[in-house]
C-alpha cells in the first residue's frame, strides 16, 4: 500500500507540472493572437494530461476500495504507448534541447497498459531529468535482442532499452538506485526517487527484467523485458 501510494504521487506531480506547463502555453497563444495550430496542438495536450490525471484517479479510488490497482494483463501496442508517451511529456524534452531517437517497430506485449506506460514514462522522465549530455543531450528508446546472459530466463520475451548520452551511473548505484526514495547523490534535478522503483515493481510483477546495461558506455542504459503476447496461452487453447 505504501508503495502504490508513493508511486501514484510520484506520477500524478510529474503530469500535473506537465499539465500547468501546457495551460501556460494556451495562456499565452491566447493572449498574443496565437496561431490556431498552435492552440489546436497546444489544447491536444491540456487533455493528454487530463486523460491521464483521471488514470490516476481512478487507480487511486482502485487503492482504496481494494488495496491494489488494476494490473490485469492485455495485449499492448508498445509502439502505441510510445507515441502517447512522446506527445505527453514533449514539453520537458523540448524545455531540456533533447533530440530523441526512436526504433520504427515495436512488439505487442502481454501487460497491462497503464502499467506499462509508467514504465515508459519513468525511464524517459528520468532520461530527460537527470541524464544526456550537457551540450548536446540525446534520448534513444528502442527494441534489442535479449542479452545473451539473460537467454535462459528471459530469452522469449521482448526488450526494450533507453538510452541516454549522459555520464552514466557509477557501478556501486546501479541496483541502489532501483530502491524507493533512492538518487544519485549528484543528481541534478529534483525528485522523489520513485520512477526507477515504479520501474522495477511494475516489470517484475509480470515477469520480466529491469536493470542498467552495463555492457554500454558511455551514456546509460536502461533495459526492461516484458511477456510477449504471441507466446501467451490463451484461455482457449
Known amino acids: 500500500m505504501d508503495h502504490f501510494v508513493r508511486a501514484l504521487s510520484h506520477d500524478m506531480t ?6 500547468e506547463s501546457s495551460l501556460r502555453e494556451v495562456q499565452a497563444s491566447c493572449a498574443t493572437g496565437g496561431s490556431a495550430l498552435g492552440m489546436t496542438q497546444g489544447l491536444a495536450h491540456v487533455e493528454a494530461c487530463l486523460q491521464e490525471s483521471k488514470r490516476f484517479l481512478d487507480d487511486l479510488v482502485a487503492l482504496g476500495q481494494t488495496g491494489a490497482v488494476q494490473m490485469e494483463p492485455v495485449r499492448v501496442e508498445l509502439g502505441g504507448v510510445i507515441d502517447e508517451v512522446l506527445f ?3 514539453p520537458l524534452f523540448d524545455s531540456q534541447g ?8 515495436f512488439p505487442t506485449v502481454w501487460c497491462n497498459r497503464n502499467r506499462v506506460k509508467q514504465v515508459l514514462t519513468n525511464l524517459m522522465r528520468n532520461a530527460a ?6 551540450k548536446a543531450p540525446a534520448i534513444r528508446v528502442e527494441q534489442i535482442d535479449c542479452p545473451e546472459r539473460f537467454r535462459a530466463k528471459y530469452g522469449e520475451q521482448a526488450w526494450m532499452r533507453v538510452f541516454d548520452n549522459g555520464p552514466g551511473i557509477p557501478a556501486p548505484m546501479r541496483e541502489k ?10 543528481a541534478a534535478a ?6 526507477l522503483a515504479i520501474v522495477r515493481r511494475v516489470v517484475e510483477h509480470f515477469g520480466g527484467f529491469s536493470g542498467v546495461d552495463e555492457a554500454v558506455t558511455p551514456g546509460t542504459a536502461f533495459l526492461v523485458s516484458f511477456p510477449l503476447a504471441d507466446l501467451v496461452p490463451r484461455p482457449d487453447s
Open 177 to 186: 538506485i532501483f530502491l524507493p526514495g533512492r538518487r544519485l547523490a549528484n
Open 98 to 105: 533533447i533530440q530523441l531517437q526512436i526504433g520504427t517497430t
Open 14 to 19: 510529474a503530469n500535473l507540472m506537465l499539465l
Open 88 to 90: 505527453e511529456q514533449q
Open 190 to 195: 529534483e525528485g522523489s526517487g520513485m520512477g
Open 129 to 134: 531529468l537527470h541524464g544526456g549530455d550537457a
